[in-house]
Each structure stands twice: as structure tokens, then as C-alpha cells.
């Protein structure tokens, strides 16, 4: 399994570590004293789907556990299993600007002076520091630039993990929240008008001929494929992993689905990670 332990200052972005670790698809806990890692491993290993990454957030919101990470770090290491350690900090200036604006205490500051907090923190932070095999200043950093980074370091090259969510859906029965795109098929002739078609819907290869035969339908999936092709770099870019795609008919049965279904199709042969849903049918 490969571990990541993930710690470092208070208001250095540990948070938006955590998601963006979820996101890639690393088995996530947050706050974990370090006396159980070794429990929680063998418990995860002991699973029928044991999970290929892990990341455990420890930090000084512990209290006294906190002290145990070294004789944790120890005692995994002596178990053979590799483990990494990310390190996240900041200067004092942002740190204290970051309590500021979200209106917080430091957790060391004992409802004190948050400076003082953060001074005792970064002495008994340390020596982990020393050991991390990475330490990424977040300082100057926004969430997206923090979550580009951790995916630059931490994700096999190889893998993608960007997933476009398709879904078909009847504007009779409203527009998916959820939906991040809408289409809207209404502009292609609806099968609903043809005796042989009406009954089906658009799981059926017949109807979706009648679909794709026009011109402006094949035309608009080029268009789409392009525009999604050109799109998703950047929306990786800036941390979003999930682009959800609603294509919309009157009932949701005939145009919507059989355009969702030709779309993932043309979307998985270039390698992309889908998922399909008719909403209304």
C-alpha cells in the first residue's frame, strides 16, 4: 500500500490536502493519533478491496497523542511498509493573516496570542519537518496551485483521474442541480413521432441510427468532443476532477439518451474515465 503521512504548521492547507488526496483516490483519515496507524493498516489490509493508497493527517490537533508520532513512524518502519512523509508550512505573516480571516485560535495559543501558538508549534514540529521527505510552502499558494502540486508529486504519471459524469434527463422533470454543462437535444427530430420508434428509447440501436443519421447531430458531437477535449486540461489545472454533462430532451427517453450513450462511447476510446446515467428513463 502506499502510505502518505501528511502533517505540518496549523493554517498551512492540510485541509485542502486532505480533499485533494480524496479526490485522487487515496483512502483518507483525518486526525489520526499515531499510536493506531499500525491498527488501522492490518485492519484495511484484512478487507476484501484493501485500498492501493493511503493518507493519514496527523498534526498537534492531537494533543498529547501527537507525541506518539515518532514511536508510530517507528514501529511502521519496522513492519516493512514504506511510508512518505508530506510536510506542509508557511511563513509566520500568512499563518497569522489566515487565523485572522477565518476568526480562529490557534490550537496552541490556549485562547491566547495566536503568534505564540504558531512559535510552539514550529519547535515541536521540527524534527518532523527534518524527516519529511516533502515540504511544500504554501505561502503564496491558492487551493487549486496547492492541489496542482500534490497531483504533480504524488500521482503516478500514468494515471488519470479526471472523470466526466454523463447524464440524460426529460426537461419536464427539471434540470439536474448538479449538472455543471447542459445540452440541449431538442434541435434533433424526435423519435417519440415515429410509430416504429416511439415505444423504445435510446438504449435501442435503432433509435440512435435515427438520431445520429442527421447531419446537425453528428455535427454537434464533434463540436462537443472537441470543446470537452480542450476544456479538461484546464479544469484539472485549476484542482476539479469531476465534470458532470447533462444532455436534456422533453422527456428524457429518445434524444437525450441515445446522444449520452454515443458520447461516452466516443469518450471512453480516447481513454477517458466516465460514467453513464439516464436519469429519467
Known amino acids: 500500500m502506499d502510505i502518505t503521512i501528511v502533517t505540518g504548521m496549523s493554517g498551512a492547507g492540510k485541509s485542502c490536502a486532505f480533499n485533494c488526496f480524496e479526490d485522487l483516490g487515496y483512502y483518507c483519515i483525518d486526525n489520526l493519533p499515531p499510536a493506531l496507524i499500525g491498527n488501522v493498516l492490518e485492519l484495511l489490509e484484512q478487507g476484501k478491496r484493501a485500498p492501493e493508497r493511503a493518507v493519514f ?30 510536510f506542509l508550512d508557511a511563513s509566520d505573516e500568512v499563518l497569522l493573516r ?37 515540504v511544500i510552502d504554501t505561502s503564496r499558494m491558492k487551493t487549486a496551485a496547492l492541489s496542482e502540486e500534490i497531483k504533480k508529486l504524488f500521482l503516478p504519471r500514468s494515471e488519470n483521474v479526471f472523470r466526466i459524469n454523463i447524464m440524460s434527463f426529460g426537461y419536464k422533470f427539471g434540470v439536474p442541480a448538479e449538472a455543471d454543462m447542459v445540452f440541449d437535444m431538442r434541435f434533433i427530430p424526435n423519435p417519440f413521432y415515429v410509430p ?20 446537425v447531430s453528428r455535427m454537434f458531437l464533434d463540436d462537443i468532443l472537441r470543446l470537452i477535449g480542450e476544456l479538461t486540461p484546464h479544469f484539472s489545472k485549476e484542482g476539479k476532477y469531476r465534470l458532470n454533462l447533462a444532455f436534456g430532451c422533453t422527456g ?30
Do not use: Q, W
Open 196 to 215: 416504429s420508434l416511439k415505444e423504445l428509447s435510446g438504449n435501442s440501436k435503432r433509435v440512435r441510427d435515427y438520431v445520429m443519421k442527421n447531419e
Open 57 to 86: 493527517v496527523i498534526d498537534i490537533r492531537g494533543g498529547a497523542f501527537f507525541d506518539d508520532l515518532k514511536n508510530g513512524l517507528s514501529a511502521l518502519r519496522k513492519t516493512g511498509r514504506p511510508y512518505r512523509i508530506l
Open 252 to 281: 428524457g427517453r429518445h434524444r437525450s439518451v441515445a446522444m449520452a450513450i454515443v458520447f461516452n462511447e466516443a469518450l471512453a476510446e480516447t481513454g477517458c474515465r466516465t460514467t453513464l446515467l439516464h436519469r429519467d428513463l
Open 98 to 134: 489566515r487565523f485572522s480571516e477565518t476568526r480562529r485560535s490557534h490550537p496552541l495559543s490556549g485562547g491566547g496570542a495566536n503568534r505564540a501558538g504558531i512559535e510552539l508549534e514550529r519547535k515541536r514540529l521540527l524534527d518532523i519537518k527534518r524527516a519529511a521527505d516533502v
